[in-house]
């Protein structure tokens, strides 16, 4: 199965990596960290399907 992590940056075809990031970051209401997909070279984030259960 083909993950967020898989794909390239969609902004500057970077790679991306998995990092957590405080919910309070993200001005969300969700006292953990979740996770991201963030590109190495621009920076851009991408949230993964459960990131987005959990904030939403």
């Not at 083909?2 to 790679?15: I, N, R, S, V």
């Not at 969300?28 to 991408?46: L, Q």
């Amino acid at each position: 199965m083909t993950t967020e992590f898989d794909l390239p940056c969609a902004t500057c075809g970077g790679d991306l990596t998995q990092r957590t990031i405080a919910g309070a970051a993200l001005d969300v209401d969700v006292a953990e960290t979740v996770p991201v997909a963030e590109c190495v070279d621009c920076g851009g984030r991408y949230f993964p399907e459960q990131t987005l259960n959990r904030v939403s």
